[in-house]
């Protein structure tokens, strides 16, 4: 009974594919976030979402698509993927803004 | 935007001894400043959080500083022990869902 998951752990595939990552959270928060986690372990905000409405994009690529569903879902679509796309990917949620967010354990996607 | 800055990138201790990781943010205008760990092959954890009206927060072994005037956080851990080995990250966010995060702090506790 995994509080935040997503699918798929692990993700390899070569340049130009198109994939998707796809999170689901059992808590009954309101916000959905993703966050990317560079080869350095630098965490950075990529998408926020609140009830299904997008509420932050920081400056991501357009080929990065989010999708929500629902409120308990949150979805990472990924086009025309490139090398500098290989991190681990979090998806996380909170109940509110200021709440101490729940992450899932990550997918790491790696771009041949 | 903020701005968060954490130190050391690696921290190595001895079993029992006490560890210290600083942060230090940009905008005075942050308002919450939580503290995760994260083990490998996982995704962060929260272990504690402060927000700006507290100085100082405890719980069992780790507590949180609060410098508002100086703009900087700190994490202690005593009696540091081998499972405490991990990355720490510090953040800081303005009251809204924008979490920045530090470089990240990889803590060894040696037996």
């Known amino acids: 009974d995994t509080a935040v998951s997503q699918t798929p752990k692990y993700l390899v595939t070569q340049m130009g594919n198109d994939k998707s990552i796809k999170c689901e959270q059992n808590?009954?928060?309101?916000?959905m976030y993703w966050y990317k986690q560079d080869s350095k372990k630098f965490l950075k905000i990529m998408f926020s979402y609140n009830n299904k409405e997008l509420i932050i994009n920081e400056t991501v690529p357009n080929r990065f698509s989010p999708k929500s569903p629902d409120k308990a879902h949150l979805n990472l679509h990924i086009n025309s993927l490139e090398l500098g796309d290989s991190a681990v990917y979090f998806c996380a949620s909170s109940q509110a803004q200021n709440s101490p967010l729940h992450f899932g354990n990550g997918t790491r996607l790696t771009v041949t | 935007g903020e701005n968060v800055e954490q130190h050391p990138s690696t921290l190595s201790v001895q079993e029992g001894d006490s560890a210290v990781i600083k942060c230090t943010y940009s905008d005075s205008a942050s308002n919450y400043f939580p503290w995760y760990k994260q083990e490998l092959g996982k995704g962060p954890q929260l272990i504690i959080d402060?927000?700006?009206?507290?100085g100082e927060k405890k719980d069992q072994r780790i507590a949180v500083t609060l410098n508002k005037t100086a703009k900087h956080f700190s994490l202690h851990i005593t009696e540091t022990q081998p499972e405490d080995s991990a990355v720490y990250f510090c953040a800081a966010s303005i009251n809204t869902d924008k979490l920045i995060f530090g470089t990240g702090t990889r803590l060894q506790v040696f037996p």
């Open positions: 808590l009954g928060h309101d916000t």
């Open positions: 402060i927000r700006s009206n507290v």
